[in-house]
């Protein structure tokens, strides 16, 4: 049986609002892989075309419109007097459905009513514009084009659409690398990949948690960019990492990614041996020669000599921008001396791309699980300046549109089920999904063992439970939590630790399990002396 067509999506904004329109954009990426909509806006219109014909066109053929409704919006002639008078016409005709979506509270009740009086008694507004109204507009575009799709056959379509002509530097389309989007197939259980590691570039599992990689994909575009990517493990941080300093090549800029975690601990004994490891490591990935023992001569500090490898050698040598990666900078955080003199020179590079037009062509994204608990003088801390991204879970729309990629038809109640038990939690998400299409498990059949010795989950579990054993004050605590119904209050050190392993979630200044996985699971295994 053929696949209905995709629904044709129409966006009306003020060009004033085209920030907020991306990032609606972003949000409904999914749903255009997913073959359910097909977006147009202004911007697929060619050079030389008649500008004004285009839009009256597109907004004939579209069975969505989509009203972005805003103080600029309804001063301009042309979205108010033209392209929403044109939208009501073939709401009220049914030929398409109006969404009006209000991108400030202000701009609704701050208008003159009668401007309103036309539109469908339907179409509710959203009152919001935060991530709740992104994944509401989302659903409900989605239940939308879904009922337009069941009643399909449809009359021939009578667009004129085009590929996309996306010539805007910062545009949706162009801040994100490039991604496989053909569908897994249920019959193929052996083409999915395993959710352990990171997801790979082009794979179709990568679930976008919006507005967080459109915002990383501008930023890295910025002279003297800093990222700080924090999350639990197995949450997330590296993939989004790849795919920002993927981007970063795309646009011309040389990207190296070291891990930490490979560092020998032989050079975490001084600043100097970390720092030669440091630059020695980055100009063997950028295949240049090291040039250590020319250039780490003198009496200066190991510190200046590190910061005139880069700015006297590498920078100058690449000719455009470097781009460098860190993940697992936890690795350090318990050497406190190389911590402090390593990560107050990364600030000091942050403040010198303020002005200094070589480091400007320094970017930076780091990532890190841990909260930073180490003693950082607030001034030379590159944990307090840059952009701040913290990963959060998935929501249901995410995770329903995951399913839906390793070949699954879930119910709404089959979803809610599973994020009972792991919550949004990725990875574990990721792995129920995994084991129950690998293995033609039903959900049921996972969920009821899921937090025993004998369920998938076994390996995961484990190692958590060896890393709190060989800690009494984690182990304790972690009883502690599980044991209590409600959030409990722990030493703040340790409450970093618990989150920085991803066992548990905040609520104000208590914490409690993260999901109902770890609750079962500690709570019978945990065995504290």
Known sequence: MASPEPVELFYSYSHKDEKLRDELAVHLTMLQRQGVIKPWHDRNISAGAEWAKEIDDAIDSAQIILLLISADFLASEYCYGLEMKRAIERHETGEACVIPIILRPADWSGAPF????????????????????FVDIAQGIRKVAQTIQERQPLKPPTSKLRPPIDTHPLSVHNLRPPIDTHPLSVHNPDDLETPEGSVSLNSPLYIERPPIEATCYREVLKPGALIRIKAPRQFGKTSLMQRTLQQAVENGQQAVYLNLQS???????????????????????????ERLPELWKGA??????????????????????LTLGLDEVDQVFTHLKVAQDFFGLLRSWHEKSKNDAVWQQFRL???????????????HSPFNVGLPIDLPTLNGFQVNDLVQRHGLQWSTQAIEQLMSMVDGHPYLVRKALYEIQKDNLSLEEFLAIAPTEEGRYSDHL?????????????????????DSDTPVRVDSTVGFQLHGMGLVRRRENDVEPLCNLYRIYFRDRLEVH
């Open 114 to 133: 009668s401007k309103f009086q036309a539109l469908p008694k339907n179409a509710k507004p959203v009152t919001g514009w935060k991530e709740k109204a």
């Open 365 to 379: 994204v780091i990532a890190h699980s841990r909260e930073v608990y180490i003693s950082l003088d607030v001034n």
């Open 263 to 289: 560092i020998d601990m032989e050079f975490l004994e001084s600043i100097d041996q970390f720092l030669q490891w440091f630059c020695a490591s980055i100009a063997n990935e950028l295949d240049l020669d």
């Open 300 to 321: 200066t500090g190991s510190k200046i000599k590190c910061s005139n490898y880069f700015q006297r050698y590498l920078l100058p040598t690449l000719k455009r921008p």
């Open 462 to 482: 484990r190692n958590y439970l060896k890393n709190l054993h060989s800690d009494p004050h984690l182990a304790a605590a972690m009883k502690k939590i599980v």
